[in-house]
């Protein structure tokens, strides 16, 4: 790049630059007069009484309208101070075919555009810009509302500007620069994940811009981008469909609340409000808030079954209720409910009149009710017998009313009557509790009934499934401590959701799943019906499942559940994160994990400590804690298999070392040290990682060898892993010349 074109870059950077600072204040005159505005209206509200309810509903109205405008021009200012900073990344020379214009177009996270209309910046998610990510120097093309254009890309250039000043800028024939994944890559992390607009790969965005599928499924090894590229579609399906989509239309359903607010400055840093964010467990305690059982939560759920000595029955329960063979079950007693259940009512006489026949049970509950849940066309047959016994409460209230004025016990007319209406309630209280009784249909009751009663599976011709007795015991056991055990929770749910309805929520429009490794055939069941007119994003790595004996559903199973027409499946296959010689370490620990490509970072071997006794344990980590920090690494994640442990470490390292222990779901992401359970590192990564415990006691089980991949995988450019007395198996296995070997 010559002297010339350097000076143009100059110039051409001031002139945005200039742009800025004039939209900017524009921007705060605008936002000026919304915030007199709102002012306005609000005073106007409270000056104001004794309007009609007209009135008072024009003036809310006015102040939604002015609150709504000045919190735009509030994510207005925000975006354009971003941009005052850096407001491009990358531009492309782009010439048209048939055309003979050059045009130069410069990509940053907004648009923006000179007082003559010029633009000066296109958005990252614009079409044209499009060609940044998918093309080098030749042929391009991309696709617009008028078609496609095509053309040819004879500049390509990168730029890093920080502060409104270039640091540095060069040409490239590449989709993204290696370089700028090294430099990104090689950083020490202390904050919260970020925008990866200047660096999103071809594969990536394909992803990101995908509007033919309305299931898009994702998987990729560790630290291939998932989360960000789910996070970056939904800003681009935001930009493209913002007449018809907002951010309280789109739901991320994250696996806790850490991971959650981990991900939370993506959106804002690219010029999107937040969207709506919850877990699946946010879910089941509102929907089960309604049962007198305490719902047993993931947490005490992994407490209880990442020990050495786990429960072998409650394990063997654990994979019944997430199988196939349950699901099974399941839905053949919910189709027994539907409908051969309704056979067993009987006729509702009441002195000597039939008020409800038999026949007419099956007519209303199997005929013209169907298309109901069960529960709900029960009480229509309910309301249906109540009003024919209007006329019997009306005889029998005459009849006593007779009968105590005959009597003369009372000569007050009002008390007469009363008593009356009081003993003619008594008479028919047994006909209307009977009534009562068998036109309701409890949810729990009915789930737990298939635990105690063999003859269900006679009646719904199911065969009686091995191991039986084991999972009957077991169920009941917590049960009756007043616990719905975990392994409970997603198939009563979605049996609740078929017998009394779902509460569907028709306005989330798109969905975004982010560990779906993790999720059962019943949780997805529960997700379609909850969400029927979204489409989804799924996002996960089948490697890093790591719920204890549970089946979970594969991407095949969910595509079947959620609809297999407009699906899309696509695998990311490197991986960004670790260094070379992490990554390899970690492979090797789960072959069946298969070979992820890496970007070639350096970086020193992993190193497993051996620790003559625990006791050795707080001052070899305080070390090491030491000698990460004077290499300028920030981030440090000390990861444990469980909170015992973690509470452990965390009362050894109490006063030696400022250190953050994160050991429940709804816990904030926190940078510096964090101390933290195995199933709550998930999707977080960290400078180094230290692993305690690594040896065949914690981690010598089926699935311990997941749960080890996947806390290997946080880290970014340090792995160490410490035990005492036999390493785990899963470390054994691996290769030593992959690892340096200390103590």
Not at 187 to 192: A, D, G, I, P
Not at 198 to 224: M, T
Request: net charge neutral.
């Amino acid at each position: 790049m010559n002297q010339q074109e350097q000076q143009f870059e100059l110039a051409r950077l001031a002139k945005t630059l200039r742009q800025v600072q004039i939209q900017i204040q524009k921007n705060k005159e605008v936002s000026g007069c919304h915030q007199h505005a709102l002012r306005n209206s609000l005073q106007d509200y409270w000056n104001s009484s004794g309007g009609s309810s007209i009135d008072e509903a024009q003036h809310v109205e006015t102040m939604n309208r002015q609150r709504a405008l000045s919190k735009h021009s509030q994510g207005t200012a925000r975006h354009l101070i971003k941009m005052l900073k850096s407001p491009y990344f990358g531009r492309i020379d782009f010439s048209e075919a048939h055309y003979n214009d050059t045009e130069k177009i410069y990509i940053g996270i907004g648009s923006l555009a000179g007082e003559d209309g010029e633009f000066l910046v296109y958005d990252w998610r614009a079409p044209v810009s499009s060609m940044f990510y998918d093309y080098g120097l030749g042929d391009a093309a991309y696709t617009c509302p008028a078609g496609e254009i095509n053309g040819t890309i004879t500049l390509k250039r990168q730029y890093k500007i920080a502060d409104g000043h270039i640091q540095y800028m060069f040409d490239s024939d590449l989709t993204i620069d290696d370089d700028i994944l090294q430099e990104l890559l090689a950083k020490s992390v202390n904050e919260k994940m970020h925008t990866i607009v200047n660096s999103i790969q071809r594969d990536q965005n394909q992803i990101i811009r995908d509007e033919q599928h309305k299931v898009l499924f994702l998987a990729g090894p560790a630290g291939s981008g998932k989360t960000s590229v789910a996070l970056h579609r939904i800003a681009f399906l935001l930009y493209q469909n913002r007449e018809k989509l907002t951010s309280q239309n789109v739901l991320i359903l994250s696996p806790n609340s850490i991971f959650s607010d981990y991900i939370s400055n993506v959106l804002p840093e690219i010029g999107e409000a937040n969207v709506v964010q919850m877990t699946f467990q946010d879910y089941t305690a509102r929907s089960a808030a309604h049962i007198p059982l305490r719902l047993e939560t993931r947490a005490d759920y992994f407490e209880h079954m990442l020990v050495a000595n786990a429960n072998k029955q409650r394990a063997v329960t654990i994979s019944f209720k997430s199988s196939q063979l349950f699901n099974e079950v399941l839905t053949n007693y919910l189709n027994w409910l539907a409908a051969d259940w309704i056979n067993e009512h009987p006729s509702i006489t009441a002195r000597g009149e039939t008020l409800f026949d038999q026949s007419e049970w099956q007519h209303y509950y199997q005929n013209s009710f169907r298309m109901m849940p069960p529960a709900i066309r029960l009480e229509k047959i309910r309301t249906i017998i109540q009003k024919r016994m209007h006329d019997l409460i009306a005889d029998v209230r005459r009849e006593k009313l007779a009968q105590l004025t005959e009597a003369g016990e009372e000569v007050n007319e009002k008390v007469i009557k009363a008593l009356a209406r009081i003993q003619a309630r008594s008479e028919l209280k047994p006909i209307t509790d009977y009534v009562e009784k068998l036109t309701t249909l409890d949810a729990l009751e009915e789930y737990a009934a298939l635990f105690s009663d063999d003859r269900l599976f006679t009646v719904t011709n199911t065969p009686i499934p091995g191991n039986w007795v084991t999972i009957k015991s077991q169920t009941h056991k917590l049960i009756s401590r007043g616990i719905l055990p975990y392994e409970d929770i997603s198939p009563f749910l979605y049996f609740q959701g078929v017998v009394q309805g779902f509460p569907v929520k028709q306005d989330i429009k798109h969905v975004v799943i982010d560990e779906a490794q993790d999720y059962s055939a019943f949780q997805y069941k529960i997700l379609a019906q909850l969400f029927p007119n979204s489409s989804w994003t799924i996002v996960g790595d089948p490697a890093q499942s790591i719920q204890p004996f549970v089946n979970t559903a594969s991407f095949t199973e969910a595509s079947n559940i959620l609809g297999q027409e407009q699906t899309l499946h696509f695998c990311l296959t490197k991986s960004y994160r670790s260094t070379q010689a992490i990554q390899a370490f970690c492979q090797a620990i789960l072959p069946s994990a298969g070979k992820s490509l890496s970007i070639n970072r350096p970086g020193p071997k992993p190193t497993v400590v051996q620790l003559s006794n625990s006791e050795d344990e707080a001052a070899t980590l305080l070390s090491l804690i030491q000698t990460v920090q004077n290499e300028g690494l920030k981030s440090i994640g000390i990861i444990t298999k469980n909170v015992t442990q973690a509470l452990r470490i965390y009362s050894q390292l109490k006063g030696t070392a400022k250190t953050t222990l994160l050991i429940k779901d709804d816990d904030k992401f926190s940078t510096g040290i964090v101390i933290i359970p195995s199933y709550l590192a998930k999707g977080l990564e960290f400078d180094a990682v230290l692993i305690v415990n690594a040896d065949a006691t914690n981690y010598s089980q089926e699935q311990d060898g997941n749960i080890l991949y996947t806390i290997c995988t946080r880290a970014l450019h340090r792995l160490y892993l410490f035990y005492t007395g036999s390493l785990s198996p899963y470390l054994r296995r691996v290769d030593k010349s992959l690892y340096n070997v200390s103590g």
